[in-house]
């Protein structure tokens, strides 16, 4: 990804030929909870698996935007 777009990711997991919706297709796969939970648990699993084009991307802006909120969060002249 040139620009990281967090929804062009989500999409290609779940819609993508190797995303979620494939995967239950072709495995017959049946999650004990509710879709939006399996949905959750794959994009997990997604983001933790180093062989998912750009989930090292996707991580590393996860944790750069909570460093820059944590930064704002401390800032001692940070206006109310």
């Given at each position: ?8 990711f989500a999409q290609r997991i779940i ?43 996707v991580i590393a802006a996860i944790l750069?935007?909570r460093q820059e909120l944590k930064r ?9």
């Amino acid at each position: 990804m040139s620009e990281l777009n967090i929804d062009d990711f989500a999409q290609r997991i779940i819609e993508g030929p190797t995303g979620l919706n494939a995967y239950e297709a072709h495995e017959l796969a049946i999650w004990p909870t509710s879709d939006r939970v399996a949905a959750a648990v794959w994009t997990l699993k997604c983001l933790a698996n180093p062989e998912c084009p750009d989930s090292d991307e996707v991580i590393a802006a996860i944790l750069a935007r909570r460093q820059e909120l944590k930064r704002n969060l401390t800032t001692p002249d940070r206006e109310s």
